[in-house]
Protein backbone atom coordinates (compact mmCIF):
# COMPACT_ATOMS: atom_id res chain seq x y z
CA UNK A 1 0.00 0.00 0.00
CA UNK A 2 1.48 3.15 -1.37
CA UNK A 3 0.85 6.22 0.96
CA UNK A 4 2.58 8.61 -1.33
CA UNK A 5 1.32 8.52 -4.58
CA UNK A 6 2.81 10.65 -8.03
CA UNK A 7 0.48 9.66 -10.39
CA UNK A 8 2.28 11.32 -13.46
CA UNK A 9 5.25 9.24 -14.10
CA UNK A 10 6.09 11.86 -16.78
CA UNK A 11 5.64 15.47 -17.39
CA UNK A 12 6.62 17.73 -20.70
CA UNK A 13 6.78 21.68 -20.35
CA UNK A 14 8.31 24.39 -22.22
CA UNK A 15 10.50 26.56 -21.57
CA UNK A 16 9.70 29.30 -19.65
CA UNK A 17 6.16 28.02 -18.84
CA UNK A 18 4.76 26.95 -15.41
CA UNK A 19 5.28 23.11 -14.53
CA UNK A 20 3.22 21.66 -11.65
CA UNK A 21 3.81 18.27 -10.21
CA UNK A 22 1.22 16.93 -8.07
CA UNK A 23 1.33 14.66 -5.17
CA UNK A 24 -1.26 12.65 -3.19
CA UNK A 25 -0.70 10.65 0.51
CA UNK A 26 -2.99 8.38 2.57
CA UNK A 27 -1.58 8.96 5.72
CA UNK A 28 -2.93 11.73 7.88
CA UNK A 29 0.10 11.22 10.52
CA UNK A 30 2.43 12.76 8.13
CA UNK A 31 3.14 16.32 9.35
CA UNK A 32 6.04 17.10 6.92
CA UNK A 33 6.80 17.20 3.16
CA UNK A 34 9.56 17.28 0.57
CA UNK A 35 10.52 17.30 -2.81
CA UNK A 36 13.57 16.03 -4.31
CA UNK A 37 14.76 16.16 -6.89
CA UNK A 38 17.56 13.47 -8.85
CA UNK A 39 19.60 13.95 -12.08
CA UNK A 40 20.53 10.57 -13.99
CA UNK A 41 23.58 8.66 -11.90
CA UNK A 42 23.17 10.92 -9.38
CA UNK A 43 21.15 11.04 -5.60
CA UNK A 44 18.55 12.93 -5.18
CA UNK A 45 18.60 16.58 -3.84
CA UNK A 46 16.46 18.21 -1.17
CA UNK A 47 14.80 21.43 -3.34
CA UNK A 48 11.85 22.23 -1.13
CA UNK A 49 9.89 21.47 1.92
CA UNK A 50 6.65 22.24 3.64
CA UNK A 51 5.32 21.77 7.14
CA UNK A 52 1.76 20.71 7.86
CA UNK A 53 1.01 24.32 9.61
CA UNK A 54 1.19 26.21 6.19
CA UNK A 55 -0.40 25.77 3.00
CA UNK A 56 2.61 27.44 1.22
CA UNK A 57 6.18 28.01 0.83
CA UNK A 58 8.10 29.78 -1.49
CA UNK A 59 11.54 29.52 -2.84
CA UNK A 60 12.78 31.47 -5.72
CA UNK A 61 11.20 29.33 -8.87
CA UNK A 62 10.05 26.75 -6.60
CA UNK A 63 6.57 27.25 -4.94
CA UNK A 64 5.26 23.69 -2.80
CA UNK A 65 1.40 24.10 -2.00
CA UNK A 66 -0.24 21.90 0.88
CA UNK A 67 -4.08 21.13 0.79
CA UNK A 68 -4.32 18.85 4.31
CA UNK A 69 -8.27 18.34 3.44
CA UNK A 70 -7.47 17.12 -0.27
CA UNK A 71 -4.06 15.06 1.44
CA UNK A 72 -2.77 16.72 -1.99
CA UNK A 73 0.79 18.97 -2.54
CA UNK A 74 1.96 20.32 -5.87
CA UNK A 75 5.48 21.61 -6.34
CA UNK A 76 5.46 24.43 -8.70
CA UNK A 77 8.22 25.78 -11.24
CA UNK A 78 8.12 29.13 -12.95
CA UNK A 79 9.62 30.00 -15.39
CA UNK A 80 10.67 26.95 -16.09
CA UNK A 81 13.95 26.33 -17.58
CA UNK A 82 16.04 23.27 -19.47
CA UNK A 83 18.07 22.59 -15.96
CA UNK A 84 15.20 21.46 -14.06
CA UNK A 85 14.81 18.69 -16.52
CA UNK A 86 14.86 15.61 -14.04
CA UNK A 87 13.07 13.48 -11.88
CA UNK A 88 11.18 14.86 -9.02
CA UNK A 89 10.41 12.82 -5.84
CA UNK A 90 8.03 13.79 -3.24
CA UNK A 91 8.85 12.78 0.19
CA UNK A 92 6.58 12.87 3.54
CA UNK A 93 7.26 12.06 7.04
CA UNK A 94 5.62 11.58 10.37
CA UNK A 95 6.84 12.25 14.17
CA UNK A 96 8.94 9.27 13.67
CA UNK A 97 10.99 11.63 10.88
CA UNK A 98 11.59 8.44 8.82
CA UNK A 99 11.04 9.18 4.69
CA UNK A 100 8.35 7.43 2.44
CA UNK A 101 8.82 8.49 -1.14
CA UNK A 102 6.75 8.70 -4.21
CA UNK A 103 7.75 6.82 -7.29
CA UNK A 104 8.85 10.18 -8.57
CA UNK A 105 7.64 12.25 -12.18
CA UNK A 106 10.15 12.73 -14.94
CA UNK A 107 10.25 16.47 -16.04
CA UNK A 108 11.68 17.29 -19.40
CA UNK A 109 11.14 21.15 -20.36
CA UNK A 110 11.56 21.35 -24.13
CA UNK A 111 13.72 24.43 -24.80
CA UNK B 1 34.50 16.63 -2.27
CA UNK B 2 31.81 14.35 -2.63
CA UNK B 3 29.71 14.36 0.35
CA UNK B 4 28.10 11.15 0.31
CA UNK B 5 30.16 8.44 -1.86
CA UNK B 6 29.42 4.54 -2.78
CA UNK B 7 31.34 2.39 -4.17
CA UNK B 8 30.63 0.39 -6.72
CA UNK B 9 28.80 2.57 -8.96
CA UNK B 10 27.83 -0.50 -10.41
CA UNK B 11 27.41 -4.03 -9.61
CA UNK B 12 26.43 -7.16 -11.92
CA UNK B 13 26.95 -10.44 -10.09
CA UNK B 14 25.32 -14.15 -10.40
CA UNK B 15 22.73 -15.27 -8.19
CA UNK B 16 23.81 -17.04 -4.82
CA UNK B 17 26.73 -14.95 -4.39
CA UNK B 18 27.73 -12.89 -1.85
CA UNK B 19 28.68 -8.91 -2.87
CA UNK B 20 28.84 -5.82 -0.50
CA UNK B 21 28.25 -2.19 -1.19
CA UNK B 22 30.59 0.52 0.92
CA UNK B 23 29.24 4.19 2.02
CA UNK B 24 30.88 6.77 3.26
CA UNK B 25 30.25 10.44 4.18
CA UNK B 26 32.07 13.29 5.02
CA UNK B 27 29.73 15.80 6.58
CA UNK B 28 30.49 14.44 10.14
CA UNK B 29 26.44 13.59 10.64
CA UNK B 30 25.60 10.80 13.23
CA UNK B 31 22.83 9.00 10.68
CA UNK B 32 23.34 7.01 8.16
CA UNK B 33 20.27 5.55 5.95
CA UNK B 34 20.27 2.35 3.39
CA UNK B 35 17.23 2.70 0.60
CA UNK B 36 16.41 0.69 -2.18
CA UNK B 37 14.82 2.21 -5.22
CA UNK B 38 12.76 -1.33 -6.78
CA UNK B 39 11.42 -1.57 -10.29
CA UNK B 40 8.60 0.72 -9.96
CA UNK B 41 11.12 3.59 -8.63
CA UNK B 42 9.67 3.66 -4.98
CA UNK B 43 12.42 4.54 -2.37
CA UNK B 44 12.24 2.87 0.09
CA UNK B 45 14.14 2.71 3.95
CA UNK B 46 15.72 -0.42 4.34
CA UNK B 47 17.95 0.35 7.72
CA UNK B 48 18.91 3.19 9.35
CA UNK B 49 22.02 3.56 12.11
CA UNK B 50 22.68 6.28 14.56
CA UNK B 51 26.15 6.74 15.92
CA UNK B 52 26.44 2.80 14.82
CA UNK B 53 24.04 1.61 16.41
CA UNK B 54 20.67 0.04 14.78
CA UNK B 55 17.54 2.25 14.87
CA UNK B 56 15.18 1.42 11.95
CA UNK B 57 15.24 -2.15 10.27
CA UNK B 58 12.34 -2.50 7.67
CA UNK B 59 11.16 -5.60 6.91
CA UNK B 60 14.20 -6.93 4.88
CA UNK B 61 15.39 -10.26 4.34
CA UNK B 62 17.88 -10.97 6.73
CA UNK B 63 20.41 -11.93 3.82
CA UNK B 64 21.10 -8.48 4.11
CA UNK B 65 23.46 -7.11 7.24
CA UNK B 66 24.48 -3.36 7.20
CA UNK B 67 27.72 -3.01 9.77
CA UNK B 68 28.51 0.53 10.90
CA UNK B 69 32.32 0.56 11.94
CA UNK B 70 32.15 3.89 12.84
CA UNK B 71 29.67 6.87 11.98
CA UNK B 72 31.42 7.82 9.00
CA UNK B 73 30.52 4.60 6.84
CA UNK B 74 27.65 2.23 6.58
CA UNK B 75 28.10 -0.91 4.67
CA UNK B 76 25.53 -2.85 3.39
CA UNK B 77 26.62 -6.89 2.84
CA UNK B 78 24.40 -9.16 0.72
CA UNK B 79 24.26 -12.92 1.02
CA UNK B 80 22.82 -15.56 -1.46
CA UNK B 81 21.80 -12.77 -3.83
CA UNK B 82 18.86 -13.20 -5.83
CA UNK B 83 17.09 -12.03 -8.66
CA UNK B 84 14.65 -9.88 -7.11
CA UNK B 85 17.71 -7.75 -5.75
CA UNK B 86 18.47 -6.04 -8.40
CA UNK B 87 17.53 -2.52 -7.66
CA UNK B 88 19.33 1.13 -7.41
CA UNK B 89 20.39 1.41 -3.42
CA UNK B 90 21.33 4.38 -1.77
CA UNK B 91 23.20 5.74 1.14
CA UNK B 92 22.16 8.78 2.70
CA UNK B 93 23.19 10.49 6.04
CA UNK B 94 21.70 13.00 8.36
CA UNK B 95 22.61 15.06 11.50
CA UNK B 96 20.30 13.03 13.88
CA UNK B 97 16.89 11.32 12.90
CA UNK B 98 16.00 13.70 10.71
CA UNK B 99 13.93 14.05 7.30
CA UNK B 100 17.43 16.69 5.77
CA UNK B 101 19.09 13.87 4.54
CA UNK B 102 21.69 13.83 2.16
CA UNK B 103 22.26 11.04 -0.77
CA UNK B 104 24.78 9.39 -2.10
CA UNK B 105 24.76 8.16 -5.73
CA UNK B 106 23.41 5.13 -5.92
CA UNK B 107 24.52 1.55 -6.82
CA UNK B 108 23.22 0.13 -9.47
CA UNK B 109 22.97 -3.64 -8.58
CA UNK B 110 21.85 -6.28 -11.22
CA UNK B 111 22.03 -10.21 -10.29
CA UNK B 112 21.69 -12.45 -13.40
Known amino acids: DQQVKQNSPSLSVQEGRISILNCDYTNSMFDYFLWYKKYPAEGPTFLISISSIKDKNEDGRFTVFLNKSAKHLSLHIVPSQPGDSAVYFC??????????FGSGTQLTVLP | DTAVSQTPKYLVTQMGNDKSIKCEQNLGHDTMYWYKQDSKKFLKIMFSYNNKELIINETVPNRFSPKSPDKAHLNLHINSLELGDSAVYFC???????????FGPGTRLTVL
Open chain 1, 91 to 100: AAAGSARQLT
Open chain 2, 92 to 102: ASSQGRTIWQF
